[in-house]
């Protein structure tokens, strides 16, 4: 059967796969550096719903039987649904933010997927009352006139300071990225994050190894935040990338590929 979500698989079918889940608002394509410093190992990337190749959130939603409120949940469910569709029961699993946010739905609901996690750039606890007011504001935005505009400004925080200073091209593409980012897409996924329970007691009784990596400069998931997942994990190893901001993939796709790399090596 045909993945519910877009599905790539860079690698040879054979060992433990490792599934990459990508940031809002972008999509799978913000892995390629990364991948490509994977060779050796069997990399399976995935669009969310309503991101890159992958269906509506309502096609997905339907053809999953579940309900059409934005929800992680349903996001996590297609990652289920779309690995079994090519065979993959179990996999290390890292998410980059809003990527996070579904292993760690994952994480909660689907745990035998797990052979183990990577959680990048990203956080357990729920949002604020005054972030969850700016999603839906920005939600509300996307599905009206301004479309993907409305996430334009984000291309001053998800870059780190020293990539604003040093990069330009960067800078570029991320606001290129942002400008061909799905309103769709934008509109539940914004919903969806807004609705996300605190997953830290998911974290408590997990077996199995686990990464929690962190941009030096992210501005949007501070130090705290990765404190507190390293401290709910029994197995974890911290890794700070000096130089990056949120979007440590693309800041710093070697130090993220290492990282990665020494994940997969600690898992069976
Ligand atoms: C992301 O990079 O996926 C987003 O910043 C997540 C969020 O808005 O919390």
Redesign the pocket.
């Known amino acids: 059967m045909t993945p519910v979500l877009s599905l790539t698989r860079h690698g040879e079918p054979g060992g433990l796969p490792l599934v990459l889940l990508?940031?809002?608002?972008?999509d799978s394509r913000m892995w390629d550096e990364v991948v490509a410093l994977l060779p050796e190992l069997d990399v399976i990337t995935l669009d969310a719903p309503g991101f890159g190749g992958s269906p509506t959130p309502l096609a997905v939603a339907e053809r999953l039987g579940r309900p059409t409120e934005p929800a992680l949940e349903t996001y996590a469910a297609a990652v289920v649904d779309s690995l079994r569709s090519t065979g993959v029961e179990r996999a290390v699993v890292a998410g980059?933010?809003?990527?996070?946010?579904a292993a760690l739905a994952l994480a909660e609901r689907h745990r035998s997927l797990l052979a183990g996690i990577g959680l990048l750039?990203?956080?357990a606890s729920a949002?604020d009352d005054a972030?969850r007011a700016n999603?839906l504001r920005v939600a509300e935005a996307a599905a009206g006139d301004a479309g993907s505009e409305a996430v334009a400004p984000?291309v001053d925080?998800?870059l780190g300071e020293t990539t604003h200073a040093q990069r330009p091209e960067l800078v570029e593409r991320m606001r290129a990225l942002l400008g061909e980012a799905p309103p769709v897409g934008i509109a539940w996924a914004?919903r969806a994050?807004a609705v996300r329970p605190d997953r830290t007691a998911a974290l408590e009784d997990l077996d199995v190894p686990a990464l929690v990596l962190r941009g030096a400069e992210d501005g949007?998931s501070p130090q705290s935040a990765l404190n507190a997942m390293a401290e709910a994990l029994s197995d974890v190893e911290v890794v700070v990338v000096p130089r990056s901001g949120?979007?440590s993939a693309l800041e710093a796709p070697d130090q993220v590929a290492d990282a990665l790399r020494a994940l997969h090596a600690r898992c069976r």
């Not at 990508?22 to 972008?26: D, E, G, I, R, V």
């Not at 980059?96 to 946010?101: C, E, F, H, V």
């Open positions: 990508h940031a809002f608002p972008l980059l933010s809003m990527g996070g946010y750039d990203t956080k949002d972030a999603r984000m925080q998800v914004q994050m949007m949120h979007m």
